[in-house]
């Protein structure tokens, strides 16, 4: 009997490590879109100019990109439970600091501590989850609500920025952090945890990846308010390639690399980065598209445009717990992204066929729309997550989940700079002819998302072949 108690109780215990850092997740993803409602509020009370604003976005994706390498390593330094609790006991402290912002710089600088404590919370938790469900059948299960937390937690953000700003303040977006973070924490006193493998710190790799990743989110970031014209935007995106060509080979020649190269070579997670970077420039795009084609177009409020992407949440729900576990376990994780690619690219060809005089829109092109690209990321994040981090030793695990976050950063700056930039040329060459603005407008939307559709077509055809057959992640 004795036996049987220690047993569940150690169940119990496993499965406190499931809410916890999915709450930590839905902060990390969260903080990427709760401010961009918040901001014209932001701005106003705080005096920004509309040159220095952005940097209330870019300050954050810029410390989280540049340093989850970098936090991957600490966090098997120091134990992944240990880990994750700074990155939540920091991530609620610069949160606060950031809601009571008298001036722009304070603003920005809670920005970047955030950045910096989710570039070390985001891989401590996957390593959190990766290192205690072990068992096929209970990992994908957990994967699946920790990916539907992840997919849901963008859409999330946009409703939660538009309640939080139209019947509160703009501070609650950065406050609403707090008391998520706070639960989380005390969650962690019944997870489970092991010592830290420590090792020397690859100082030169260190800072060659936080360079490398600063620049190329950065020239992304830039990408649209200077255009791809930009001298600045080439220079920068080409300072941040050659300083990442740097860092990939100065790791296969040290003896303790900041992220060994076997972690990428292995054939699965090849193909799972792959996957899930395209997917994450495909859909980012997507976003954006629905934020500015509800409110400019259709007239939506911000709060409307929200309450219409969580039908993609919750179609993302359903995917990720109910649909890609059963899946899983007939299918080959090969078939099952692949599902999920086709899916998500079926979503995006329905909104191609959008006009400025489409009738019916809601019903015959969004709520398909938002149900395919859900179920498409529901399908994909849980398994490109297992296989980022199954077959890994217990000292890359860090390694391997900093990297499989840092896949998402890129494919969200690079799919946010690159769809915006072909949707204003595309709008502009279409007004040149003639038409409308709002035709044109439209125009703009439906060829970006033409592209974004051959993304996910490119990565179905990269990406499953280099996937195993395999069925078991465990």
Not at 424 to 443: F, K
């Amino acid at each position: 009997m004795t036996d049987v108690a220690e047993a569940r109780a150690d169940v119990r215990q496993r499965w406190w490590t499931l809410p916890v850092v999915s709450a930590a997740q839905l902060l990390v993803v969260l903080d990427g879109t709760i401010v961009n409602i918040a901001l014209p509020s932001a701005q106003r009370d705080l005096g920004m100019s509309d040159t220095s604003r952005q940097w209330a976005i870019t300050a954050y994706a810029l410390a989280f990109g540049g340093l989850l390498l970098i936090g991957g390593r600490i966090s098997s330094a120091l134990g992944h439970r240990r880990a994750f609790v700074l990155g939540l006991a920091g991530f609620a402290a610069s949160s606060a600091l950031g809601g009571v912002a008298v001036n722009p710089e304070m603003l920005f600088g809670a920005r970047a501590l955030q950045g910096v404590f989710a570039a070390l919370l985001a891989p401590a938790g996957l390593a959190l989850l990766t290192t205690t469900f072990t068992e096929a059948k209970e990992r994908a299960r957990a994967f699946g609500v920790f990916a539907a937390v992840g997919a849901a937690g963008s859409a999330v953000g946009l409703v939660a920025g538009g309640l939080l700003t139209e019947y509160a303040s703009w501070r609650w977006c950065l406050y609403i952090n707090v008391p998520i973070a706070v639960l989380a924490l005390v969650g962690t006193t019944k997870v489970p945890g092991r010592r830290g493998s420590r090792g020397p710190l690859d100082l030169g790799g260190a800072l060659l990846s936080t360079a490398g990743f600063v620049a190329v989110v950065y020239g992304f970031n830039q990408a649209e308010p200077r255009g791809w014209g930009s001298p600045v935007v080439p220079a920068v995106l080409g300072g941040g390639v050659l300083l990442l060509a740097a860092f990939v080979v100065l790791e296969s020649r040290v003896s303790h690399p900041l992220l060994p190269l076997r972690v990428l070579l292995h054939r699965d997670r090849g193909g799972a980065f792959v996957a899930i970077t395209l997917m994450f420039v495909a859909m980012f795009g997507f976003y954006l598209f629905m934020s500015y084609y509800t409110q400019t177009i259709l007239g939506y409020s911000p709060v409307e445009a929200g309450m219409t992407l969580i039908i993609n949440a919750l179609a993302a729900l359903v995917g990720a717990t109910v649909i890609a576990g059963k899946l899983s376990r007939r299918l080959a994780p090969g078939l099952v992204v692949l599902a999920g690619l086709v899916a998500a690219a079926a979503g995006l060809l329905i909104l191609t066929r959008l006009t400025a005089t489409s009738p019916n829109i809601l019903p015959l092109y969004l709520v398909p729309a938002l149900i395919l690209t859900g179920l498409g990321l529901g399908l994909v994040i849980p398994v490109t997550a297992a296989l980022a981090t199954s077959d890994v030793s217990w000292a890359d695990i860090g390694a391997a989940s900093a990297a499989y976050n840092a896949s998402q950063q890129l494919g969200a700056a690079l799919g946010t700079a690159l769809l915006n930039t072909i949707a204003s040329s595309a709008t502009a060459a279409y007004l040149l002819t003639g038409h409308e603005p709002d035709a044109s407008t439209v125009h703009g939307y439906t060829t970006a998302l033409i592209v974004a559709f051959g993304i996910l077509l490119a990565a179905a055809l990269i990406t499953v072949p280099l996937i195993h057959t395999r069925k078991d992640l465990s």
